[in-house]
């Protein structure tokens, strides 16, 4: 029956509004509405429940009773466009399509509704068809792109893993925390790098940052961390293994000139070596012009010497490497290195984080683990969140000496 254009009600038989029945997410369907309404990236959430379909939905309902309940001069079915561009946004294929299909039904069941005069006529009804299909379209494309992108990410995540890999529990009698912030998102890892070895001459630990971004500083970063892990299990003298580092350094430029592969690269760089004797008080720390470590005590934050000597890379320019130099080193201090992502984040209004500020003082937590967390939190908060260089943090402090063995 066609309907009058004052009325608002229908002259014939009750009819439905074309909406759908919100289906019942059981444990086991849950994964399957995950695939088919956001495959690919995280879906918008209320709870545990997927909601990506809610705003679609409830627009198509908003539109239909409106137009339902409007007049024959002013009537908002046009409007239904939007439907099936808004699920495509935020919905998977299926349910683009999904949408597409009852965009067409309730498009043409309400159109016929009205008397003839007040019907939008069959180029309005191929344009609507039209909407729908090119939102399926639009929807698989951002699919691909989505998978594309996604592809990006593992590889990246497979280049952090392999530079940057995870420090194990307890190394090298080591409590260990540390977080790496990539200025360079979709990017995942840079030039900045870190680890802890164990080694039976005491646990070597080091922390540095490449000159430079792209994949050329992450190239020279794994050069380096790979000369650290075998130079540190080997060698006996600290002095040696900055040697060794500064050797691997070189070599790694060397090759990339033949290669044509750019620029050389030089490192600053912390290098720590912790002595295996349970009852030393000091550390050993070579310092590549890199900032100065701090020291988390009882007696508070202190700030070790800043490093005077040459980058990794550059020790051929002064004619020597940096010195190894002994300070002390209590056994319930935590040792904390920072990259300039942290020295140097700014504010909006280009001042530098107050780091010291942020640092525990005598009595609060000192543990590894809550002193990354605070710089972390310290750095986001200070630059909102809009890193202007890759930042690494990293805090060591000795485990704690087991009981003493019974005397047999």
């Not at 918008?44 to 379909?53: A, I």
């Not at 339902?68 to 099936?84: A, E, Q």
Request: charged share 20%.
């Amino acid at each position: 029956m066609a309907r009058s254009a004052h009325s608002g009600r229908a002259r014939g038989p009750a009819r439905t509004d074309g909406g759908s029945v919100e289906p019942t997410v059981t444990p086991r369907r849950t994964a399957w509405l995950r695939g088919v309404l956001l495959p690919g990236e995280p879906a918008l959430r209320l709870g545990r429940l997927n909601v990506s379909w809610l705003l679609p939905a409830v627009l198509l309902a908003a539109i239909a009773v409106g137009d339902w309940n409007s007049t024959g001069d002013f009537r908002v079915i046009n409007w239904i466009l939007l439907v099936p561009g808004i699920a495509a946004a935020l919905c998977g294929v299926a349910a683009t399509a999904l949408f597409g299909v009852l965009v067409v039904i309730v498009y043409a069941a309400l159109d016929q509704s009205w008397e003839y005069s007040y019907q939008k006529g069959p180029a309005d009804f191929l344009l609507v068809v039209a909407s729908a299909a090119l939102a399926v379209f639009a929807s698989w494309l951002r699919g691909r792109a989505r998978g594309h992108v996604q592809r990006v990410l593992n590889a990246a995540d497979a280049i952090r893993l392999a530079v940057l890999r995870p420090i194990p529990p307890g190394a090298g009698g080591l409590e260990s925390a540390s977080v790496y912030l990539t200025a360079d998102v979709e990017g995942r890892v840079g030039g900045d790098f870190f680890d802890v070895q164990p080694s039976p001459h005491g646990a070597r630990v080091l922390l540095g940052d490449v000159q430079g971004k792209g994949t050329s500083a992450v190239d020279a970063a794994a050069a380096v961390l790979s000369a650290f892990r075998e130079a540190a299990y080997h060698e006996g003298d600290l002095a040696v293994v900055a040697g060794r580092l500064e050797s691997r350094m070189r070599r790694h430029n060397a090759d990339s000139a033949a290669l044509g592969q750019g620029d050389e690269r030089f490192a600053t760089a912390v290098l720590v070596g912790f002595p295996g004797a349970v009852d030393a008080e000091w550390i050993e720390l070579v310092n590549f012009g890199h900032g100065g470590p701090v020291v988390l005590g009882s007696s508070g934050p202190r700030a070790l010497p800043e490093g005077d000597g040459a980058p990794l890379g550059l020790a051929g320019l002064t004619g020597a490497l940096p010195p190894v130099v002994r300070v002390p080193f209590g056994r319930d201090e935590t040792l904390l290195l920072v990259t300039d992502g942290v020295t140097e984040a700014r504010d909006r209004e280009g001042a530098f984080l107050p780091l010291a500020d942020h640092l525990p003082r005598a009595g609060d937590d000192r543990a590894p683990r809550s002193v990354v967390r605070l710089v972390e939190a310290a750095v986001l908060a200070h630059t909102r969140g809009r890193l202007g260089d890759d930042t690494a943090v990293l805090a060591v402090r000795r485990l704690p000496a087991g009981p003493p063995e019974p005397a047999g």
